[in-house]
């Protein structure tokens, strides 16, 4: 069912990181999971792999309200470090705002996929993992 092999979870909330960590590895479906406290981490992460594929997440699950860096700020930030990615990542805000503007406001970020309010329930992730799925296959293969 998928190609996506590891996912990137940021979030400060620790139920949440266990929870997620868990429904994630019951699906059997990926083998690498990063998880980070905040935004600034998580960007720092990425620039130190952003030339290596296979340890860039082909998916990133970012929460909007956390300490040091929050999802805005990540998000600002990741707009900027994008391009100096090896692959496009998908990213999905999974949050406790019901806000619509927050909702609003994401959607309006392009590498913002999704907006899914918490808690991130097992069907929820496989409809992540399907959906990013069949965006794999339709996405148009680069010749050398």
């Not at 590891?6 to 699906?27: A, E, G, S």
């Not at 470090?81 to 994401?106: F, H, R, T």
């Amino acid at each position: 069912m998928s190609k996506i092999k590891n996912i990137c979870v940021i979030d400060d909330d620790k139920i949440f990181q266990y929870l997620t960590h868990r429904v994630i590895t019951d699906t059997h479906l990926i083998k690498e999971i990063e998880i980070f406290s905040n935004g600034l981490d998580a960007l720092n992460y990425l620039e130190s792999v952003s030339l290596d594929k296979k340890k860039l997440p082909d998916i990133i699950l970012l929460d909007l309200f956390m300490p040091v860096m929050d999802g805005w700020g990540f998000l600002k930030k990741y707009v900027d470090l994008q391009s100096k990615l090896a692959k496009k990542i998908p990213i999905y805000i999974v949050s406790s705002s019901i806000d619509p503007i927050d909702i609003q406001k994401s959607k309006s970020i392009n590498s913002v996929i999704d907006f899914i309010v918490k808690p991130m329930t097992k069907e929820t992730f496989l409809q992540i993992v399907k959906k990013q799925s069949k965006q794999s296959k339709h996405s148009p293969k680069k010749l050398h």
